[in-house]
């Protein structure tokens, strides 16, 4: 049997509706790709719907940085350990698409900023602006009242003020997994609005926000310096080797709150068992093993 599951970020998701269809349509274009082409093109499929659509904080959509721009961090990896990532790529559509070239075209496994870009042009990737009116919004409002959720640094050089504050994340992220046990996951994310140009976080960076073995597969959402910090993708995939994902996640959940850590995380151990835990107000996800099939 196989098995997809897809996140769409963690934190206050406000607009839930657009949330759900979201994930609605990139589980079924996933699981398609699966059923068809395997697990790498099932978390590719997945991906892409949900970075051109706007709802969600990668690609087409994706967070600004404090100078107004998109810059995006995408990686993609396989339980053989083949691992492509981008790291603060702007202008184009599908950042998940150009880590997948960096896998398959490249003798490295993550290239960043104008090095990225260039190698996404050589490519094929079209120019494309990622940036819309509604996080532009967002980031100004956050600016203004100097209140800017996991930077407080910068808030607090902006001004004091710990009134409203607007915490959502919206990176995502897919594990598939084929009935040879085959597993691939893939994390695309616009990042932390009004973060500094040249920021990375977890997504990219094999271990954080992403990680396969051959004791399961792992894409995180959050806090991206902490998740950084704990290496959770790594740590879930390990723990996987003697337990359950559902186990594993729901422990490193609890485990990752109590060091200050808001994320959610999903994850298909080898044996194909399901799991997706966060410690955060909600998370949106959906999954599937063709069987059964849940969108929250
Ligand atoms: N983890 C992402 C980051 O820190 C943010 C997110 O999950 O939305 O870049």
Redesign the pocket.
């Known amino acids: 049997m196989a098995q997809l599951i897809i996140h769409g970020?963690?934190?206050k998701i406000r607009e839930e509706e657009e949330h759900r269809k979201g994930i609605q349509e990139a589980l079924k274009l996933g699981w398609e790709a699966l059923l068809n082409q395997g697990p790498l093109e099932a978390v590719l499929a997945a991906v892409c719907s949900m970075e051109d659509n706007p709802v969600f904080?990668c690609g087409f959509g994706s967070s600004l940085n404090l100078e107004k721009e998109v810059e995006m961090?995408a990686s993609v990896m396989l339980s053989d350990g083949s691992f492509g990532g981008v790291a603060a790529l702007k202008a184009v559509r599908h950042p998940i698409l150009v880590a997948r070239k960096v896998m398959e075209e490249t003798d490295h496994l993550l290239l960043s900023g104008d090095g990225a870009l260039k190698f996404a042009r050589k490519m094929g990737f079209e120019p494309f602006d990622p940036a819309t009116e509604e996080r532009l919004k967002i980031l100004e409002e956050q600016i203004q009242s100097g209140n800017l959720p996991y930077l407080p640094r910068l808030s607090r050089a902006l001004r004091e003020n710990p009134s409203q504050v607007f915490e959502k994340?919206?990176?995502v992220g897919a594990v598939a997994r084929d009935d040879t046990g085959v597993i691939a996951v893939a994390t695309s994310?616009?990042?932390?609005s009004g973060k500094l140009p040249g920021r990375v976080?977890?997504?990219p960076i094999p271990g954080a926000?992403t990680f396969a073995s051959n004791f399961g597969g792992v894409s995180?959402?959050?806090?991206?310096?902490e998740?950084l910090r704990l290496l959770l993708a790594f740590r879930a995939c390990e723990g996987m080797q003697f337990k359950t994902a559902p186990q594993v996640l729901e422990e490193l959940a609890t485990w990752a709150n109590s060091r200050g850590c808001s994320c959610g995380l999903i994850g298909i151990d080898w044996r194909g068992n399901i799991g997706f835990a966060f410690n955060t107000q909600s998370m949106s996800y959906g999954f599937t093993d063709g069987k059964r099939t849940v969108i929250f």
């Open positions: 970020g963690a934190g904080n961090d994340w919206g990176t994310t616009g990042g932390i976080g977890d997504s926000g995180c959402t959050g806090h991206g310096e998740i």
